[in-house]
């Protein structure tokens, strides 16, 4: 199989899932708040995308038999005034998370009964009685959860997919040194990019694009050899 080739063919599938959702959030410049709904469906593309992107890192790090460069020397740190915020050139993008966040299993908990919204009759005197006309009269609370939330953080995740695709070398650079840096850490459970199990946004039954992407990366950065160097 021409490993190099499917990276490139994989590569071109997610930039255009990528640029789509990208167009979905008016391209940086549409709103300031979306609603819940379309923030829940780009994240069921975006999750899966992250994850396809991250496999093609890796494959791209076992093929090559890249080493970690030496350690770069520490940059002096510029004192900058706490009250001043970065602009323009000083502003850090979101860099691509290299490492699959791992599952956390905890037991089942049976949830909480939860109080009661209509308050308390003690005596059924005019007070009281009061208190439940007034209860049942008031118009239900608004839903916190159905109000619409800021895209911030979905644009920060986007360019950072998109910069990680425009340049995989880089991540695979940064990769291969991350891997350097937690060698050193005796205490690190879990050290490999990828978690056992299914990456994160897998889907049983594949319903779009990206969840194919990703079940060819997925296979790819499983079954991927390192160079023939004897």
């Given at each position: ?17 990528i ?6 959030l008016?391209?940086?410049?549409g ?7 379309l ?18 890192i ?11 460069p ?30 699959d ?39 239900a ?31 695979a ?39 194919h ?18």
């Amino acid at each position: 199989m021409d490993i190099p080739a499917a990276i490139d063919l994989n590569k071109t599938l997610l930039a255009r899932i990528i640029a789509g959702l990208f167009i979905l959030l008016g391209g940086g410049t549409g709103p300031a708040r979306i609603s819940v709904e379309l923030h829940r469906s780009i994240v069921r593309v975006l999750r899966p995308a992250e994850s396809a992107v991250r496999r093609l890192i890796v494959v791209l790090v076992t093929i090559t038999g890249m080493k970690a460069p030496p350690p770069r020397p520490q940059a002096q740190s510029r004192s900058v005034p706490s009250g001043l915020a970065r602009t323009g050139e000083e502003k850090k993008r979101q860099s691509f998370p290299l490492f699959d966040p791992w599952q956390r299993f905890w037991r089942h908990r049976p949830a909480k009964k939860a109080p009661a919204a209509l308050p308390r009759i003690i005596s059924l005197t005019d007070e009281g009685l009061r208190r439940l006309r007034e209860s049942l009269d008031a118009p239900a609370p608004a839903d916190k959860k159905a109000a619409d939330i800021s895209p911030l953080n979905l644009l920060r995740r986007l360019e950072a997919v998109i910069g990680a695709l425009e340049n995989l070398p880089h991540q695979a650079k940064r990769l291969v040194r991350a891997l350097a840096r937690r060698q050193n850490v005796p205490k690190l459970k879990f050290r490999k990019p990828l978690r056992p199990g299914r990456p994160p946004g897998h889907r049983q039954k594949p319903r779009l694009e990206v969840d194919h992407v990703l079940s060819e990366c997925e296979w790819l950065a499983r079954n991927a050899l390192p160079p023939n160097t004897s």
